[in-house]
């Protein structure tokens, strides 16, 4: 398949192309904007066998150049940390939903498949049971806010001109490459480096833990099987309270649970997010790693690759760290 995937410099949209190269044997073009969370090192093993377009997807002539003889769009392009929309929305209104107005267009012009890789943040939180595809949006943070004005955009194209389209909600993703400003990668480093590890309110929150490769995975069934107009849930196998993650992470690099450290509860912080995915396990899904053993790869990845993460504690990172949580970061 000859595909384009919009934020394939990210954390999951860089597994997403590394799996489709091995495991489908892709023509695959990267756009993306590149912007702090964005790195080509997330490609390095494989920007040879890729074409790489750097621009915005909000850019009409951006998308023109990168879509050309493609079959499908899957967009990964987004603002994704809450915190940043939480201090700056306006990044997360131009990319999340002006952004995918113009993918979309340039799908229908083309007649392309399209497919939106969304989360489960959009039904917002839920203190028992599991959010269905039926579950009402309710969305809690301007970037839930912005990921889910998105998918009812998606939406709006298959009913209103027939564009085949599927959006694939995935739940908490972790693994290799993810920016350290996220919970697990942020509580990796730090108990690498001896640092405090700042938990939000009581640390009860819990999420549901999804390993990245399982995610490409997910984002492909609905890809190749997925019937248009349809979304479906991409949930991973366990959930875990953000203090059992962090005790963990503690226990892997061999560090004191005196580290952890409390610290002021982000605001309109949602309490639980779990995902039914029967839908997607009909069409032959099912997740592969559980959190244990991926927790584990993951702190692995983390102590084996500074050359990866080295870099980007320094700078711009440095700086949302000290600004963010008032005190500097440990070198
Ligand atoms: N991380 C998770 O736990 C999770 C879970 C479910 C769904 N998702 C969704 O998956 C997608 C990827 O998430 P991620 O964690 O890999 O994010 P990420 O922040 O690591 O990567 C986002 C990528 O998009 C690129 N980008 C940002 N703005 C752009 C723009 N205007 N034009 C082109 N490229 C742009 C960035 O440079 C980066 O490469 C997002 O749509 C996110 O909402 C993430």
């Avoid at 597994?15 to 790195?39: I, N």
């Avoid at 990921?147 to 009812?152: E, P, Q, V």
């Avoid at 909600?169 to 490459?177: A, F, L, Q, T």
């Avoid at 963990?248 to 002021?264: A, C, F, N, W």
């Amino acid at each position: 398949m000859r595909l384009l995937v919009c934020g394939g410099a990210g954390f999951i949209g860089s597994t997403f192309v590394r799996l489709r190269l091995r495991e489908y044997g892709d023509d695959v073009t990267v756009l993306d904007k590149l912007t702090y969370a964005g790195r080509r090192e997330n490609l390095h093993d494989v920007i040879d066998n890729i074409r790489f377009v750097h621009g915005a997807i909000e850019d009409p002539a951006a998308v023109g150049a990168a879509v050309i003889e493609c079959d499908a769009i899957v967009n990964f392009a987004a603002e994704t940390h809450v915190d940043r929309s939480i201090s700056g929305p306006e990044a997360f209104i131009i990319t999340n939903m002006q952004g995918t107005h113009v993918l979309l267009e340039a799908a229908r012009e083309r007649g392309l498949r399209y497919v939106q890789v969304s989360t489960d943040e959009v039904y917002g939180s839920i203190d028992s049971g599991s959010f269905t595809e039926f579950s009402p949006l309710q969305p809690s943070s301007p970037y839930s806010a912005t990921k889910c004005g998105a998918d009812l955009l998606v939406s709006s194209y298959y009913h209103t001109y027939g564009l085949s389209t599927t959006i694939c909600r995935g739940s908490n993703n972790y693994g290799p490459y993810q920016y350290p400003e996220k919970l697990i990668p942020l509580m990796i480093l730090n108990a690498l480096a001896g640092d405090h590890l700042p938990v939000y309110g009581d640390g009860r929150n819990v999420r549901n833990w999804l390993y990245v490769e399982d995610f490409g995975h997910g984002i492909s069934y609905a890809l190749a099987h997925g019937a248009p107009g349809e979304t479906y849930n991409c949930g991973g196998p366990d959930e875990c309270e953000n203090i059992d993650v962090v005790r963990q992470i503690l226990s892997l690099t061999g560090r004191e649970d005196s580290l952890i450290e409390y610290v002021k509860d982000r605001p309109g912080h949602d309490r639980r997010y779990s995902l039914a995915s029967d839908k997607l396990r009909a069409l032959g899904w099912t997740p592969r790693v559980d959190f244990h053993e991926g927790i584990a790869r993951t702190v692995d990845w983390y102590r084996s690759n500074a050359w990866w993460w080295e870099p980007i504690r320094t700078g711009e990172y440095l700086e949302y760290y000290e600004r963010h949580y008032g005190r500097a970061l440990k070198p």
